[in-house]
C-alpha cells in the first residue's frame, strides 16, 4: 500500500449548469466560467439550457463527464435540465433557479443525488462550487473532496488507508472547501472511507498518480448499495481542469476459501501482514480489500507465521472494481495423479437482475477429482444434456451463473460420460441468490484428508457467508 498526505472526503455531484454568452477571447472583463459536472447516478443523459435561449449551452452530458468551461456575462443565470434530445418547450426535469456569476468567477456545478428521489436527503441538486484553488508546495496537487454519494451515511476519510481517519463528520453533499487539500503527486495514493457509527471502514480506493500542481475535484458518487463493479456503483470521479481524468472504482476484494482436503488449519500471509486467522477446512474468511495488483499468498500452520511458509501460491492480477472467490485447493501432499497445493480463483460476474431466480456458478475444486459433468437426475442417472459438461480441476463455469428456479434440486456429479453419478447432492436455491457451488474435498480420501462435498459460497449479501452441502 502506498502512502498518501493529507485527507479525502466523500461526495458531491454534477450534472448541469452552463449558460453562454458571445464573447470574445480578447476581453474577457465582466465575464465568468461555469462547467457542469454529471454526477447523478440514476439520470440520463442531460442537454442543459439557460432560461429564455432557445437552443441548448450543452447538450449529452452523461453519467460520470464533464462539460468544458463555458464563458457568461457576469450576471443572475437560471439552468434547465432537460433529457438528452427532450423538445426545448418540454417542462425541465430540475431548474436550478437564479445562479449568480460574478465577474471573475470560476464554478463547477455538480449535479448530485437520484433524480428519480422525492426525499429530502438524497433527491437531486446542483452544487455550484465557486473554484478558489490553493497553489500547492513543488511536489503536490491540491484536492477540493466532495462527499456526492446519495446513499452513504456520514463518513470519515482516512489518508493512507492506515487506519487512522484523518477527516472526520463528512456528511452528504459536503466537501473539503476551496482551498482544496494538498497531496503528494508522482505516486498512487490510497484513501479509505470510514463510516463513523460505528466507526469502520467501508471501502479504499487507490488513485492514480496525479499531476504536479494539478487542481483535482475528487467526487465521491454512485451507490454503496451497488455492486463496485456496476456502471452506478460507488467510486471516485476526478476531475481536472481539462475535464475527466477518470473514474476510480473500488479496490478489489477478495475471499478466501479453504478447499484443501489434507491441509491443517492455516494462517495466511501476504508478507508479513496476516490476512486469514486460523482458517480449516470449509471455512471462508472474511472479505480482505486490497490494491490492485498481483500477490504472493504464504500459509503457515497456525500460529507458526511469519517466517517459512508451508507454501506460497500466488494470485491473479486483482482488478478495481472486482471481488474474487480464492479456493485454496489441492494437496500439500500429492499423490500420484493428484493436484498439488494451489488457489482456484474465480471472479464474482453473475447476472444482477435475476431477482426470479437463482444464480449458481460451478466451482471443481476437488484435486483427486477428473473432469465431471454435473447435471439434474433422471431415474437415478445424469439427465442429458448435462447442465455441466466435463468442467476439468481449477476451472468454473460461465461467470454470469446458471439460471435456476428457486426450490430444493437434486444434482448428480460424475465422471464426464458418464451416466451413473459418483455423488448427489440436494441443493437449496433461493429467489435471488447468487452462489458458487464449489465441489471440494477429495473424491477417495486417505487418513485425515476431508471428503467430497459441496461449499455454497452465498455473495449476495455482504460479506458472502458458506454453507456446507454433503453428499445424499
Known amino acids: 500500500m502506498t502512502s498518501l498526505k493529507k485527507t479525502l472526503l466523500l461526495g458531491l455531484t454534477t450534472m448541469f449548469a452552463s449558460a453562454w454568452i458571445g464573447c470574445s477571447d480578447d476581453d474577457e472583463i465582466g465575464k465568468a466560467e461555469i462547467r457542469v459536472i454529471h454526477a447523478s447516478p440514476d439520470a440520463p443523459g442531460v442537454d442543459i439550457y439557460i432560461d429564455g435561449v432557445a437552443d441548448p449551452v450543452i447538450t449529452n452530458l452523461k453519467y460520470g463527464d464533464a462539460s468544458a468551461y463555458l464563458s457568461v456575462d457576469e450576471g443572475d443565470y437560471n439552468f434547465l435540465i432537460r433529457a438528452t434530445g427532450a423538445a426545448a418547450d418540454s417542462a425541465p426535469a430540475f431548474s436550478t433557479g437564479p445562479l449568480t456569476l460574478n465577474e471573475g468567477d470560476r464554478v463547477s456545478a455538480l449535479a448530485a443525488g437520484l433524480l428519480a428521489s422525492t426525499n ?212 500439500l501432499t500429492p499423490g500420484t495423479g493428484q493436484a498439488s497445493f494451489q488457489l482456484v480463483p474465480a471472479a464474482e460476474a453473475f447476472v444482477l437482475d435475476d431477482s426470479a431466480n437463482g444464480r449458481v456458478r460451478v466451482v471443481h475444486a476437488s484435486p483427486d477429482a477428473p473432469a465431471v459433468d454435473v447435471s439434474t437426475l433422471d431415474q437415478g442417472q445424469m439427465a442429458q444434456p448435462v447442465l455441466v459438461g466435463a468442467l476439468p480441476f481449477s476451472n468454473a463455469t460461465a461467470g454470469e451463473g446458471l439460471s435456476v428456479p428457486p426450490g430444493t434440486i437434486t444434482l448428480g456429479v460424475a465422471a464426464a460420460g458418464q451416466l451413473d453419478p459418483v455423488a448427489t447432492f440436494n441443493i437449496p436455491v433461493k429467489a435471488g441468490i447468487r452462489a458458487f457451488a464449489v465441489a471440494a474435498g477429495a473424491l477417495v480420501t486417505a487418513h485425515g484428508q476431508q471428503s467430497f462435498r459441496i461449499l455454497i459460497v452465498d455473495t449476495s449479501a455482504s460479506p458472502w457467508a458458506v454453507v456446507e452441502v454433503p453428499p445424499n
Open 120 to 331: 429530502d436527503a438524497d433527491k437531486f441538486r446542483v452544487l455550484p462550487l465557486a473554484e478558489g484553488f490553493d497553489s500547492p508546495a513543488a511536489g503536490n496537487a491540491i484536492v477540493r473532496i466532495v462527499h456526492a454519494s446519495a446513499d452513504a451515511p456520514t463518513v470519515a476519510i482516512d489518508v493512507n488507508n492506515d487506519g487512522t481517519p484523518e477527516l472526520s463528520d463528512v456528511s452528504r453533499f459536503a466537501e473539503s472547501g476551496p482551498a482544496g487539500v494538498e497531496l503528494p503527486a508522482g505516486q498512487a495514493l490510497q484513501i479509505g472511507i470510514w463510516a463513523e457509527s460505528p466507526l469502520a471502514r467501508v471501502t479504499a480506493f487507490t488513485t492514480p498518480e496525479l499531476p504536479e500542481a494539478g487542481e483535482l475535484f475528487v467526487i465521491a458518487t454512485g451507490l454503496i448499495g451497488k455492486a463496485a463493479r456496476q456502471a452506478d456503483g460507488f467510486s471516485l470521479l476526478a476531475v481536472g481542469a481539462n475535464g475527466v481524468i477518470g473514474t476510480i472504482s473500488q479496490n478489489p476484494v477478495v475471499y478466501a476459501l479453504h478447499a484443501s482436503p489434507d491441509a491443517p488449519a492455516v494462517d495466511i500471509y501476504a508478507g508479513t501482514a496476516k490476512l486469514v486467522d486460523n482458517a480449516e477446512f470449509g471455512d471462508l474468511s472474511q472479505p480482505i480489500q486490497v490494491a490492485p495488483g498481483q500477490y504472493t499468498l504464504d500459509f503457515y500452520e497456525t500460529g507458526t507465521g511469519p517466517g517459512t511458509p508451508v507454501v506460497s501460491v500466488q494470485t491473479p492480477q486483482l482488478a478495481a472494481g472486482e471481488q474474487y472467490l480464492a479456493a485454496a485447493s489441492g494437496f
